[in-house]
């Protein structure tokens, strides 16, 4: 198991407490309303919306600010921003091979902002398609263990098509196909299990271990990245052990 997935837990317990709690809710209404302006305004037959809201609530993104973005998005009110995905491919420091998705209005600032964040923490930007092979796409719920074990979770999830149950320490990881997601979300749903967020992810295909060192400046890059408003998601193929994992915990 890699140790990145469990320190992005961590961090995110963190990040829920500190001063990018206003950052997080930002790209969580960016999510909304690029999810109903995608497949409507209505979360009941817009799964996509349906999860953007769900993982919003469970952030605690205040209600009337989940239902302006729906609205915007939808159509149902003025305003809103033209969105677009753009993707960029670089390297960090210890050869981590980095992906960085945007969604932004202003494609000429998301570039600026990726580069400089790259160059300023050790990495460099690469071409189209050099980096990007080394990710393939999955779809992740992620949910708090509460009383479920590991083997509950797998037999609510297996026939709709979940590929692994994986224990990070105080939430559990369902993997699929990315077009098993909705599939692997309804069953924890119709087994009574409340889970947090379900979503498209990329997973690394080959991943490289670093020491704490190395660990610590490839973190520096991706928080550097994940400071830009433009940027929504950034995934690494680094590879932290648990030994090197308890040492940045230390820090």
């Not at 945007?102 to 494609?107: S, V, Y």
């Not at 704490?212 to 433009?230: N, Q, T």
């Amino acid at each position: 198991m890699s140790g990145h997935s469990k320190w992005a837990t961590t961090k995110h317990k963190k990040a829920v407490i500190d001063a990018k709690r206003g950052k997080m809710f930002a790209k969580l209404i960016k999510n909304i309303e690029v999810a109903a302006r995608t497949g409507g305004g209505d979360p009941g037959g817009n799964p996509t919306l349906y999860d953007a809201i769900q993982k919003a609530k469970k952030s605690s993104v205040p209600n009337d600010n989940i239902e302006r973005a729906r609205k915007r998005g939808g159509g149902e009110e003025g305003g809103g921003a033209d969105w677009q995905n753009i993707t960029y491919e670089g390297y960090g420091p210890n050869g981590v091979a980095i992906l960085v998705e945007c969604l932004t209005d202003n494609r000429n600032r998301a570039a600026t902002e990726v580069r400089v964040a790259m160059t300023r923490n050790g990495g460099n930007m690469a071409d189209p398609g050099s980096v990007a092979y080394l990710f393939t796409r999955k779809g992740v719920v992620t949910l708090e263990k509460g009383d479920q074990t590991e083997d509950d979770i797998l037999m609510a999830v297996l026939d709709a098509g979940a590929e692994e149950v994986t224990d990070l320490g105080e939430t559990f990881e369902v993997v699929s196909d990315p077009g098993d997601l909705i599939a692997v979300r309804t069953a924890l749903q119709e087994a009574g299990i409340d889970y947090d967020s379900a979503e498209p992810d990329f997973r690394a295909s080959v991943e490289v271990p670093v020491d704490a060192d190395g660990a610590r400046k490839v973190m520096k890059l991706i928080d550097a990245l994940e400071d830009s408003d433009d940027v929504q998601n950034v995934y690494s193929n680094i590879d932290i052990s648990d030994e090197v994992l308890a040492q940045l915990e230390d820090d």
